[in-house]
């Protein structure tokens, strides 16, 4: 269990993420990510080419973020119409889930369940 708990404003990027030996290809996860007054958590991974993030058959209470023009579901650090480096995110389906009201809320549990198959973030307040 972590506890976050801070101050968050504009110019902060506060993280908690998994990083692999050889970057890119062995990966990260970003947990935990927000930026400035964000409210909501954004889980990202940032892969080498061939990675996506499928929601098939899973419950998906969060949304897609955007890269440019389109949805950033393709995990690629390098994949067309994304930004560089954006990877594929999902932005947490709990609008207190990060920054200022999330820390109103005296905080929450995040969990990151990864296997040989795949990779599922959870969060509770």
Request: aromatic share 12%.
């Amino acid at each position: 269990m972590l506890g976050l708990k801070r101050v968050l404003g504009c110019g902060t990027w506060p993280a908690w993420w998994l990083v692999g030996s050889n970057w890119p290809d062995n990966g990260e996860i970003d947990i935990i990510e927000g930026v400035n007054t964000q409210t909501a958590d954004q889980t990202t991974l940032h892969t080498s080419f061939g990675c996506d993030q499928s929601t098939e058959g899973s419950p998906f209470t969060g949304h897609w973020a955007s890269g440019i023009n389109k949805l950033a579901t393709n995990c690629w650090i390098n994949a067309p119409g994304q930004d560089t480096n954006q990877g594929c995110s999902i932005i947490s389906g709990d609008p207190a889930s990060f920054g200022t009201p999330f820390n109103a809320k005296e905080g929450g549990v995040v969990a990151l369940e990864w296997t040989g198959s795949f990779i599922r973030a959870f969060y509770w307040r």
